[in-house]
């Protein structure tokens, strides 16, 4: 055990902080939590797909992958240096995650060699991609989805509908499962399909997020034909896959995530200062528990989960999701209780930076239930850290 | 930044545990209830592990989770808490001591004064006195962990020698680190007899473990005690490097150690039902441990107000250590 971070580390976070202060362009200095509360006009703006294509370019998009896919082959621990670099200065990498998070390790894992092909455009996110997983009656429950395939000779017809589908308005692909066998047990019967967004027969409606910008959609499939080979994996194996991609949008996560919540508690410093409360007592040990709770999650995050920043799909990723988003919720509402009366007044110039604390707070409803909620967390601890009976 | 153990870590950590699963099974920690005197039969293991008080603070929380583990009764956290602040200066054949911090009124018990040999006394200035145990007034002051013995020290030393206030800082953070180090061991054991009691415990023809409301309770329980336990960890990295953070670090460590061991005592119980406040069963030798040590170098709420006064600055005198 020890602070210190190897020669070799230490160079790699040098060549990084090299290439940050010559590329990162103007408008990535506000930092990302300005896209929570929905003031980004474009979903996904221009300069954030420059700024994704040049990390791809010099190998800085997924750095534990080989050149060719925007990396330079860097150990476990450089890519959490990395990932905690780019949080620090609070950089996003992309403005779309499906594409290099999910879908290229997935399609690495699962595809075959024409599916391969697709990856290196999704890390650099010349391809947006969207992921179609939830449905009406498919959330938490998400084996029970109904989006029907049926295979006939040479390509497959799907029908049904897709829900909470983030970036589906300007994915020109989706990773979408359906059920390809009904007569199966629910795991067994689902497959994975690469559907072109632009085939006949997809109607997309967009959803507007609690914070008003429409930032997700409902997908419509009426009569879709997706072509035999855009079948992942094996017909009727999906399951499996859907196992690894939501690990792999968990992996990683954590340093960002826990970046995010002790930049929200230095600030929430500021605010009880500037709002004369810093010296009220509850205020004071209410940041102190928050620091507290930041500071050993992080240490929770180098301590076991190094090596899940290269995709593992350990189940631990469940204690950072459920902990990271919970208490981002929590520093939120303490947000609004130093702002007091003020604390849900929008309007420019008469509340606190624009009524920020009361739309993140808002806006963090989504962090305890989108990729997992905070309830599926706890059923994954217990059952496969804990090892407590599923019934 | 390197969380991992070396393999002389592991070695270490496994003997410990393998020393004190044979040496203070529940049964002792009981007959010392009674019998204090039966401590010695442990501490002739221990004793041959005291210099981790003078070592890296890393080993000494890694055997210190382990002692937390089975509520070891004796001296041993007094005299590596003794021995990290004066074990330089003393005769070598010293093995035993314990630290009495004097006009400190968040720490104002001396742990196990009556089977130590020597006593660091700090006094306001801050001064140093090492003193023979023998030489002191101590007076016993009865707590609900029978598996430790308080002190109060009827007067201070007449003769001190200076303190330097640099060093008394240092030894103050150790010190948050290795009683978090055993907190987060005492936890532990309570976690762990929960978690086996909710595998084994049938009722509705089930375990009560397959129950989504023991379940989520475990799983929070489980979160508290591995978030703490790194907290511990790298408070203990800290303080080996002498790391401009390991003021704050310890402070969390503590705080965290604190917070998992009394969710863990409460939910523990709780999933022990009926039993679980029972004399016969033997979660409350582990209760006792858990509760009372959130309380002997500053309570949880104690050490959240240091770390606001390091967040956001000092809002009042700071009292204590």
């Known amino acids: 055990m020890q602070l210190a971070w190897s020669a070799e580390d230490e160079a790699f976070r040098a060549e990084l902080v090299q290439f940050l202060d010559a590329h990162t362009p103007p408008q990535m200095q506000r930092g990302f939590d300005s896209y929570d509360v929905g003031d980004a006009h474009e979903l996904v703006p221009r300069y954030l797909r420059d700024w994704q294509a040049t990390l791809f370019d010099h190998g800085w998009m997924v750095p534990g992958y080989p050149p060719e896919l925007g990396g330079r082959n860097c150990t476990p621990v450089q890519t959490l240096i990395y990932l905690e670099t780019l949080a620090s200065r609070r950089l996003l990498r992309s403005g779309h995650f499906p594409g290099y998070a999910i879908v290229a390790p997935s399609l690495l894992e699962f595809g075959n060699d024409e599916q391969k092909q697709l990856v290196p455009a999704a890390i650099r996110g010349d391809t947006i991609w969207c992921i179609g997983m939830s449905e009406p009656n498919a959330g938490s429950d998400l084996a029970g989805l109904q989006t029907r395939a049926e295979l006939r000779d040479d390509h497959f017809v799907v029908n049904g509908q897709k829900v909470w589908t983030s970036y589906a308005m300007i994915a020109q692909k989706c990773f979408c499962y359906v ?66 991609s939501l690990a792999h949008e968990r ?61 593992s799909s350990a189940p631990e990723h469940s204690y950072m999701k459920m902990a990271t988003s919970e208490a981002g919720k929590a520093a939120y509402e303490l947000g609004m209780e130093i702002c007091g009366p003020l604390a849900p007044v929008s309007a420019p110039g008469l509340g606190v930076e624009d009524g920020r604390y009361v739309h993140m707070f808002f806006m963090s409803f989504a962090n305890t239930v989108a990729g997992g909620s905070s309830e599926i967390q706890r059923n994954i601890i217990a059952q496969r850290v804990l090892g407590l009976p599923r019934r | 930044m390197d969380f991992s153990l070396t393999d002389d870590q592991e070695l270490l950590r496994d003997t410990a545990h393998k020393l004190l699963e044979r040496e203070c099974p529940p049964a002792l920690v009981r007959a010392h209830i009674d019998d204090p005197s ?13 210099a981790l008080g003078n070592g890296p603070a890393t080993d000494a929380c890694l055997f210190l989770e382990q002692t937390g583990y089975v509520a070891a009764p004796g001296p041993f956290l007094a005299t590596l808490l003794f021995r990290s602040l004066a074990g330089d200066d003393v005769d070598r054949g010293a093995t035993t001591g314990t630290i009495a911090l004097v006009g400190d009124d968040t720490h104002p018990f001396v742990l196990e004064a009556d089977r130590v040999e020597s006593v660091a006394i700090v006094l306001p200035g801050p001064k140093l006195a090492v003193v023979g145990a023998s030489d002191l007034g101590v007076t016993f002051v009865p707590n609900v962990d029978f598996s430790r013995r ?30 978090a180090a055993e907190m987060v061991g005492i936890a532990r054991r309570i976690f762990d007899m929960s978690l086996q009691y909710a595998k084994e415990r049938e009722q509705f023809d089930r375990p009560i473990g397959s129950f989504q409301a023991i379940q989520h309770k475990l799983a929070d329980m489980s979160l508290a005690l591995e978030r703490a336990t790194a907290a511990v960890h790298y408070a203990a990295m800290t303080v080996d490097a002498a790391d401009a953070e390991r003021e704050r670090a310890c402070h969390v460590a503590q705080a965290a150690a604190g917070e998992a061991a009394r969710r863990i005592l409460k939910d523990g119980a709780q999933i022990h039902g009926g039993i679980g406040y029972t004399w016969e069963h033997d979660l409350h030798l582990y209760l006792r441990r858990a509760t009372a040590d959130e309380y002997l170098l500053g309570s949880t709420g104690w050490h959240l107000d240091r770390l606001a006064d390091l967040v956001m600055g000092p809002s009042q005198a700071v009292r204590g250590l």
Do not use: C
Not at chain 1, 263 to 289: F, Q, S
């Open chain 2, 38 to 50: 039966v401590y010695e039969s442990l501490w002739r293991h221990l004793a041959e592990y005291v």
């Open chain 2, 150 to 179: 308080l002190f109060t020290l009827a007067a201070p030393p007449a003769r001190a020698e200076p303190l330097d206030p640099a060093r008394l800082a240092a030894w103050r953070d150790r010190a948050h680190a290795l009683l």
């Open chain 1, 251 to 311: 992996a990683g996560l954590w340093v960002e995530s826990v970046s995010r919540y002790e930049h929200t508690i230095e600030n929430l410093v500021d605010l009880a200062r500037r709002m004369g409360r810093d010296t009220d007592p509850v205020i004071r040990r209410k940041i102190a528990a928050s620091y507290e709770l930041g500071s050993s999650l992080r240490a929770l995050g180098y301590k076991g989960f190094a090596s899940f920043a290269q995709g």
């Open chain 1, 179 to 244: 059920r390809t066998d009904p007569t199966l047990p629910k795991h067994k019967g689902i497959s994975l399909l690469i559907i072109d967004m632009d085939t006949p027969g997809i109607e997309i409606r967009p959803l507007r997020h609690i914070n008003g910008t429409a930032g997700f959609a409902e997908v419509f499939f009426t009569d879709v034909i997706v072509p035999r080979e855009q079948l992942v994996g094996s017909l009727n194996g999906g399951w499996a896959i859907t196992q690894g």
